[in-house]
């Protein structure tokens, strides 16, 4: 059996990365736990991180914590709103598996990060998934936001939905890689209704115009790929990268037509399985087909 990692896939002579959703590495993994994110980022895989701002308290100030849900009765140990929790409340936290069962991990905080992240593979990329706007980002929170990616920027991406909260924060990093997400605020649905496809990536550069990767929902990339539209040649004719997200199983047809297409990512919760499909892993150059 193979031991090397699942870091990509290549298919027809096109190098595809695999984006480890949540920080999973396997399907049945628990998300954002601190273990797969140094893992993943110490052998050279991309992994995704959401972003939720957290409350301030007596000894510490707001900033942001490593969930995606506002709620943290669930997925962690604690209860109520995350925007509401200190840091000192959120450290004493554990995260749940998922059948929710209290695990050995605690909830992580960003700007903890970078005391973890102390062996990062050159390849590395940490995309950190900001699930705020704009109007959530004052002074005080940019500022604990530059304190906690600068150790690491030059192994991150911002991607967020809102392209002024990608260039307000991203400003304040130079460092930081910019990405992109213009498939929020019902654009999936709207594009596909009206079929508008060269306006939308029109729009998506002019809106984000430093954006080195394009993050999109697989339900628009399909739909408009069986109306004869291919976006992600389209976005690469721009000069911009395409990751597809996300896909749940490794069994999912639609991830052999991800491939077709030729993104340069897809995010996955399953990225062994993936990998295994599709074939034996070869070190760092990812599992080939012919």
Same mark, same amino acid.
């Given at each position: 059996?193979?031991?090397?990692?699942?870091?990509?896939?290549? =298919?027809?002579?096109?190098? +595809?990365? @695999?984006?480890?959703?949540?920080?999973?590495?396997?399907?049945?993994?628990?998300?954002?736990?601190?273990?797969?994110?140094?893992?993943?980022?110490?052998?050279?895989?991309?992994?995704?991180?959401?972003?939720?701002?957290?409350? =301030?308290?007596?000894?510490?100030?707001?900033?942001?914590?490593?969930?995606?849900?506002?709620?943290?009765?669930? +997925?962690?140990?604690?209860?109520?709103?995350?925007?509401?929790?200190?840091?000192?409340?959120?450290?004493?936290?554990?995260?749940?598996?998922?059948?929710?069962?209290?695990?050995?991990?605690?909830?992580? /905080?960003?700007?903890?990060?970078?005391?973890? @992240?102390?062996?990062?593979?050159?390849?590395?990329?940490?995309? /950190?998934?900001?699930?705020?706007?704009?109007?959530?980002?004052?002074?005080?929170?940019?500022?604990?936001?530059?304190?906690?990616? +600068?150790?690491?920027?030059?192994?991150?991406?911002?991607?967020?939905?809102?392209?002024?909260?990608?260039?307000?924060? +991203?400003?304040?990093?130079?460092? @930081?890689?910019?990405?992109?997400?213009?498939?929020?605020?019902?654009?999936?649905?709207?594009?596909?209704?009206?079929?508008?496809?060269?306006?939308?990536?029109?729009?998506?550069?002019?809106?984000?115009?430093?954006?080195?990767?394009?993050?999109?929902?697989?339900?628009?990339?399909?739909?408009?790929?069986?109306?004869?539209?291919?976006?992600?040649?389209?976005?690469?004719?721009?000069?911009?990268?395409?990751?597809?997200?996300?896909?749940?199983?490794?069994?999912?047809?639609?991830?052999?037509?991800?491939?077709? @297409?030729?993104?340069?990512?897809?995010?996955?919760?399953?990225?062994?399985?993936?990998?295994?499909?599709?074939?034996?892993?070869?070190?760092?150059?990812?599992?080939?087909?012919?």
């Amino acid at each position: 059996m193979s031991t090397a990692e699942p870091i990509a896939v290549t =298919s027809n002579g096109h190098r +595809t990365r @695999l984006k480890w959703h949540r920080a999973r590495k396997r399907a049945d993994d628990p998300p954002f736990t601190r273990s797969r994110i140094v893992e993943g980022m110490a052998v050279g895989a991309s992994v995704e991180v959401d972003l939720v701002i957290h409350g =301030s308290g007596s000894s510490a100030a707001r900033g942001f914590a490593i969930l995606h849900d506002r709620d943290l009765a669930g +997925t962690t140990t604690g209860f109520g709103d995350v925007a509401e929790a200190p840091a000192d409340y959120l450290r004493s936290l554990s995260l749940r598996d998922n059948d929710g069962h209290r695990i050995d991990e605690p909830v992580t /905080l960003l700007d903890e990060l970078g005391g973890l @992240l102390t062996d990062i593979h050159p390849k590395a990329l940490l995309q /950190l998934d900001l699930k705020q706007s704009a109007r959530d980002l004052d002074e005080s929170i940019v500022r604990a936001f530059v304190g906690a990616v +600068t150790p690491f920027a030059e192994h991150a991406i911002l991607s967020c939905g809102d392209a002024d909260a990608v260039r307000i924060l +991203t400003d304040a990093v130079p460092r @930081l890689r910019v990405g992109f997400d213009p498939c929020h605020h019902g654009a999936v649905d709207r594009v596909r209704r009206w079929r508008t496809y060269r306006r939308f990536v029109d729009h998506a550069v002019a809106a984000s115009p430093r954006a080195e990767v394009i993050y999109l929902d697989r339900r628009l990339v399909l739909t408009v790929a069986d109306r004869g539209t291919d976006l992600v040649a389209a976005f690469h004719a721009a000069g911009r990268e395409i990751d597809i997200y996300t896909f749940g199983r490794a069994d999912d047809p639609a991830i052999d037509r991800a491939l077709e @297409l030729r993104a340069d990512a897809i995010t996955t919760d399953d990225p062994h399985g993936v990998a295994q499909r599709f074939g034996s892993a070869t070190g760092g150059s990812g599992v080939s087909r012919p």
